[in-house]
């Protein structure tokens, strides 16, 4: 299956922006809807936003992000991004990078993680 390898997280102050990278190996990037969970401390993982398969694919958000955030994909590169704008405390969390076999796993319970990245959003 395919391995996920997040980048790009860091401290921000509120307002800020921060891009995520996610570097997939593996078996082909193509196939796979990707997507961005986090976890807050002491909280459950939630789910951020997913897009489909192919570059340009549907994406779906969590209504806590819609407006601020934006999921991109380079099919030719194996990389997912997360660009993050107007970035609030509660923003604060691991990010997690996911890769599932459609969107409507990616949304829910996606079978691949990578390791996560903190972002840091001081106030």
């Known amino acids: 299956q395919v391995q996920l390898v997040e980048s790009g997280g860091g401290l921000v102050q509120a307002g800020g922006s921060l891009r995520l990278s996610c570097a997939a190996s593996?078996?082909?990037?193509?196939?796979?809807?990707m997507g961005w969970f986090r976890q807050a401390p002491g909280k459950e993982r939630d789910f951020v936003a997913a897009?489909?398969?192919?570059?340009?694919?549907?994406?779906y958000y969590a209504d806590s992000v819609k407006g601020r955030f934006t999921i991109s994909r380079d099919n030719a590169k194996n990389t997912v991004y997360l660009q993050m704008n107007s970035l609030k405390p509660e923003d604060t969390a691991v990010y997690y990078c996911?890769?599932?076999?459609?969107?409507?796993?990616?949304?829910?319970?996606?079978?691949?993680w990578g390791q996560g990245t903190q972002v840091t959003v001081s106030s």
């Open positions: 897009i489909g398969s192919s570059s340009g694919g549907s994406t």
């Open positions: 996911t890769a599932a076999p459609n969107t409507v796993v990616a949304v829910t319970t996606p079978t691949v």
């Open positions: 593996g078996r082909t990037f193509s196939n796979y809807a």
